[in-house]
């Protein structure tokens, strides 16, 4: 059996997409849980600077459905190139980890 860790994948995007994207991921399992914090993204788009508010999504997943939350968030994600970065955790407190990889089927 695949070894399934506890990761954070952060994700920005426009703070009226937010909630939604949140939602539908907790509500199909893909996340256990979504942060949402606002902050201001400074970013070069098609040969221009550009400054947006944004919110940063902050995804608790397991290891072994990365490439189904990746694809998911790509079909309700309304940027031509979303910003989708996982990172694995070094450590996890036990609990947290197992309520984690049971919300989302690890």
Same mark, same amino acid.
């Given at each position: 059996?695949? !070894?399934?860790?506890?990761?954070?994948?952060?994700?920005? *995007?426009r703070?009226?997409?937010?909630? &939604? @994207?949140?939602?539908?991921?907790?509500? =199909?399992?893909?996340?256990? *849980?979504? !942060?949402?914090?606002?902050v201001?993204?400074?970013?070069?788009?098609?040969? =221009?600077? *550009?400054?947006?508010?944004?919110?940063?999504?902050v @995804?608790?997943? !397991?290891?072994?459905?990365?490439?189904?939350? =990746?694809?998911?968030? &790509?079909?309700?994600?309304?940027?031509?190139v979303? /910003?989708?970065?996982?990172? &694995?955790? =070094?450590?996890?407190?036990? /609990?947290?980890? &197992?309520?984690?990889?049971?919300?989302?089927?690890?």
């Open positions: 059996m695949q !070894n399934v860790e506890l990761i954070i994948v952060f994700v920005t *995007c703070p009226d997409d937010a909630e &939604k @994207i949140a939602r539908v991921l907790v509500e =199909e399992r893909f996340a256990a *849980c979504v !942060n949402i914090i606002p201001k993204s400074v970013y070069h788009w098609r040969d =221009e600077l *550009c400054r947006d508010e944004e919110s940063l999504l @995804i608790k997943s !397991n290891s072994g459905i990365y490439k189904r939350l =990746e694809k998911r968030i &790509k079909d309700i994600h309304p940027y031509d979303p /910003e989708i970065v996982a990172v &694995k955790t =070094e450590a996890v407190e036990d /609990e947290y980890l &197992k309520w984690v990889l049971k919300q989302t089927g690890g």
